[in-house]
């Protein structure tokens, strides 16, 4: 239906089409744009795999970029649980709730972002897999969010900041570790 394209009007659709209070209105996922890329770029992008990935398989999306951290430009996808038909909202199709379905979503986007990257003739690559499976030594960081981001910016200290921190360290030691060998076998 047409209203599907003003927000209000869809998730006001979403939300009389369950009839139990603790009904599931939407998943979301937080996807991080390359900053490599321009503005409209990172916008192309994430619209595109949003088309491929969601919408051409039947679900409806709503896109809402973040840009207030110029080095954290991310992207909000909400989706409908619900399929649609020309009248409205129809059965929930929880086939999309599937791990293993989000395991391929990750590594969908790693595929659209990296040609994109590569078209653009950036060098950089991103992975969808964690850094164990990837065999690094290094640890992986954790998302402050919003409110520790916050707090970093205004020079307190938070929980995951100290987190972030620690694991700062540890990679960068285990980085010249790394190097050390390679070094040393190189002798």
């Known amino acids: 239906p047409e209203w599907v394209q003003d927000r209000n009007r869809l ?3 979403v939300e009389k089409s369950e009839t139990r209070k603790n009904s599931q209105l939407a998943r979301e996922i ?3 744009l390359p900053r490599e890329l321009s503005n409209e ?3 192309e992008l994430i ?3 949003v088309q491929t990935e ?3 398989k039947g679900m409806v999306a709503d896109i809402a970029i973040h840009r207030d951290d110029k080095e954290n430009p991310h992207a909000h996808v909400m989706m409908t649980t619900r399929e649609i038909s020309e009248e409205g909202f129809t059965v929930k199709n929880r086939d999309w709730n599937d791990r293993e379905l989000l395991n391929q979503w990750r590594e969908q986007w790693a595929d659209h972002a990296n040609k994109a990257l590569e078209k653009e003739g950036i060098q950089e690559r991103i992975s969808h897999l964690s850094h164990e499976a990837r065999g690094l030594e290094q640890m992986p960081t954790v998302h402050l969010g919003h409110v520790a981001s916050a707090m970093e910016k205004e020079g307190k200290m938070s929980d995951r ?4 921190r620690d694991r700062q360290e540890y990679n960068r030691l285990v980085v010249d570790l790394q190097k050390y060998r390679e070094e040393k076998q190189v002798l």
């Open 30 to 32: 937080n996807v991080a």
């Open 54 to 56: 969601f919408v051409n």
């Open 161 to 164: 900041g100290n987190i972030n």
């Open 41 to 43: 770029q990172q916008t």
């Open 47 to 49: 619209k595109n795999y």
């Open 11 to 13: 998730w006001n659709e």
